[in-house]
Antibody
Framework: QLRLQESGPGMVKPSETLSLTCTVSGGSMRTTNYHWNWIRQSPGKGLEWIGRIYSSGSPHYNPSLERRAVISVDTSQGQLSLRLKSVTAADTALYYC?????????????????????WGDGTTVTVSS | QSALTQPRSVSESPGQSVTISCTGTTSDVDISDFVSWYQQHPGNAPKLIIYDVNKRPSGVPDRFSGSKSGNTASLTISGLQAEDEADYYC??????????FGTGTEVTVL
């Protein structure tokens, strides 16, 4: 059973860079069968998608965050990372990593998937001086 | 990209049905076969309950169903149970290869 566990500093000062890690257990990130996402939830608010990366390939970002966010994956370590620079109080949130199946071809048929079926428990980040 | 629009809250008695709408645009819901729904109980991570507009993952009760018409997707919970009291979020794949979530709906079982 695949499990995801987020970790981070808990608190970050304004204008600094936030760095989070999502560790995968119970499975291998080396497989190319998945995509990996970061999602956040501000206190009392809804879900906001930050970005997605495949085990191999370029990431895609929420246009509102793409100038500050960098998502990377280290399959050898089984880790997904998020770096968010120049943080402000508005970046205070519970940050989740989530995994979903990626598309594949079987013969001439293309199977595409866009959902997230495995989530971590989240890690809280507070931006404060 | 703007969040998809959902009603802030819905409520109904046990055994009844509720339908939650999720309204997007011609850049997301209207053109997407990939609308998913997530259930979130307080203090817990979201849980996938519907994907590809109307498919249920294994283990999700069949009282949860999804549909779509134009730029509006819907989640219906039939035979409402106390354990269905939670927040629900829709999510759509968009034309810029990104995902966009809905604003979220709180379901209250009276």
């Amino acid at each position: 059973q695949l499990r995801l566990q987020e970790s981070g500093p808990g608190m970050v000062k304004p204008s600094e860079t936030l760095s989070l890690t999502c560790t995968v257990s119970g499975g291998s990130m080396r497989t190319t069968n998945y995509h990996w996402n970061w999602i956040r939830q501000s206190p009392g608010k809804g879900l906001e998608w930050i970005g997605r990366i495949y085990s191999s390939g370029s990431p895609h970002y929420n246009p509102s965050l793409e100038r500050r966010a960098v998502i990377s994956v280290d399959t050898s370590q089984g880790q997904l990372s998020l770096r968010l620079k120049s943080v402000t109080a508005a970046d205070t949130a519970l940050y989740y990593c989530a995994q979903g199946p990626r598309d594949f071809w079987s013969g001439l048929r293309h199977y595409d998937f866009h959902y997230m079926d495995v989530w971590g428990d989240g890690t809280t980040v507070t931006v404060s001086s | 990209q703007s969040a998809l629009t959902q009603p802030r809250s819905v409520s109904e008695s046990p055994g009844q049905s509720v339908t939650i709408s999720c309204t997007g645009t011609t850049s997301d819901v209207d053109i997407s076969d990939f609308v998913s729904w997530y259930q979130q109980h307080p203090g817990n991570a979201p849980k996938l309950i519907i994907y590809d507009v109307n498919k249920r993952p294994s283990g999700v009760p069949d009282r949860f169903s999804g549909s779509k018409s134009g730029n509006t997707a819907s989640l219906t919970i039939s035979g409402l149970q106390a354990e269905d009291e939670a927040d629900y979020y829709c999510c759509s794949y968009a034309d810029n290869f990104n995902y966009v979530f809905g604003t979220g709906t709180e379901v209250t079982v009276l």
